[in-house]
């Protein structure tokens, strides 16, 4: 088979001598303090929601609404950045617009104000990732890929644990008054603007980019149809499975409703939130081994295993909520399960979507296409697994498992595919 990072179309410049170069590092500790940033406004907003009179409906619609622009602004995202001559300046203005977006949270009380800044700042976080990882792929030499992904990925996830903590210490620091003021959870957003500024600066001043030349212009669809085939049958698996992928904060609940019946609901719910905080803190450990260990014998075979432990992960929790209880070893142990899925995912994917398009110049569109897929398959996921939910909870992780089953065997008959042809 022909060495694809031999291929006329990689980057001009010089190939980086160290994967664990000044970039990847700064990579990393941005998506760390940008990662601080999000989660700490995440685990207050529903309380603030609350005080400032906000409609039940009102946090779904703003997860929702946010989610799906934010997919489809990665997609024309990284189809403008390709057309850049450097994408560094595009990437400081994406985390700058998160950062400030979510800081102004803290000044307002009307929920669809607060509705509007949290899409806004889910807009600038998909507007800058596509651009963000044809970077991060151009700092590194080609067999290094998935330990920069890998290294990406553990800050990304470092942050999310940090964040909850960071957000109960302010709360208790700003003298939460139970659920009557909204003084105390606007000051944690506003205090977020610190992690969230500083991301963009780490960027600003530490990330360095050659300069590459303006691009080939292309328009948008002629962009998408000159990825190469063998992506767009990739990105497939990746959508389906996507399907069944739903957001890991519903595991919560499902340890709720296993655990309820022997500790009752009060520590069943203190004891969703620890193993939430399990599943990160797995996941933190997870990432750069495994993108290490891709770079040594490839990322599709241990996608395709990623994929078949999340299936097997959510069937498992579709046994468990059936039985309306479960013990707490088995219950972590399917937290730690989630969070290597969840890192694994992340780190391959990326990876991976650069070894399938060796033409540096759509990097910017295959990364934001990839975006735009898994987050389709995110809404897709929640909508279907919530609506299902309501009929029973076992219903709903029963479709999950079987949309991740049929990604993993798609995946597996694409790469099938791609190893008969280059034979």
């Known amino acids: 088979m022909t060495d694809q990072t031999s291929n006329s179309a990689e980057p001009p410049a010089a190939e980086p001598q160290s994967w664990l170069n000044r ?65 560094k300046p595009f990437v400081v203005f994406g ?10 949270i803290g000044l307002v009380t009307l929920w669809p104000i607060i509705l509007l800044l ?8 998909g507007a800058r990732g596509p651009a963000r990882n044809a970077m991060l792929t151009a700092s590194v030499p080609p067999a290094d890929k998935g330990k920069a992904f890998g290294f990406h ?24 008054d139970g659920a009557t003021s909204a003084e105390p959870y606007q000051w944690v957003m506003l205090a977020t603007l610190v992690p969230g500024l500083a991301s963009a600066a780490v960027v600003a001043i530490f990330v360095t980019e050659p300069r590459r030349g303006p691009s080939k212009p292309r328009q948008f669809w002629e962009s998408l149809a000159a990825l190469p085939p063998r992506y767009r049958r990739w990105l497939v698996a990746i959508g389906v499975f996507g399907a069944g992928d739903f957001s890991h904060t519903l595991l919560i609940l499902g340890a709720i409703n296993a655990l309820t019946p022997t500790r009752g609901f009060v520590e069943a719910t203190q004891i969703g939130a620890v193993l939430f905080s399990v599943r990160n803190i797995a996941a933190a450990v997870a990432a750069f081994p495994v993108g290490a260990v891709s770079d040594r014998i490839g ?10 432990l999340g299936a097997i992960v959510v069937a498992a929790f579709g046994v468990v909520v059936t039985f309306d209880h479960a013990g707490l070893p088995l219950l972590t142990l399917l937290f730690v399960g989630a969070g290597i899925v969840n890192a694994a995912q992340e780190a391959l994917e990326g990876a991976a979507a650069s070894d399938l398009v060796p033409d540096h110049t759509l990097h910017g569109t295959a990364f934001g296409l990839l975006g735009a897929v898994n987050g389709v398959g995110d809404f897709i996921s929640s909508v279907i697994v919530g609506a299902l939910w309501t009929i029973a909870p076992e219903i709903g992780f029963g479709y999950a498992a079987i949309m991740m089953f049929l990604g993993a065997g798609l995946l597996l008959r694409v790469a099938g595919n791609e190893a008969e042809a280059n034979s």
Do not use: H
């Open 95 to 104: 985390y700058g617009v998160t950062a400030v977006s979510i800081g102004l």
């Open 153 to 176: 990925r553990a800050g990304d996830t470092i942050g999310a644990i940090i964040g909850p903590l960071v957000a109960a210490a302010l709360i208790g620091r700003f003298g939460a």
């Open 299 to 308: 990322r599709q075979g241990l996608l395709f295993a990623t994929y078949l």
């Open 118 to 125: 949290r899409v806004a700042a889910w807009i600038g976080k």
């Open 23 to 87: 970039n990847v590092f700064a990579f990393g500790a941005t998506s760390l303090l940008a990662d601080l940033c999000y989660e700490t406004a995440t685990t207050v907003l529903p309380a603030l929601l609350v005080v400032v009179g906000a409609p039940p409906f009102a946090l779904g619609l703003m997860e929702g609404l946010a989610d799906a622009l934010s997919s489809f602004v990665k997609m024309a995202a990284g189809w403008y950045s390709d057309l850049l001559p450097r994408r």
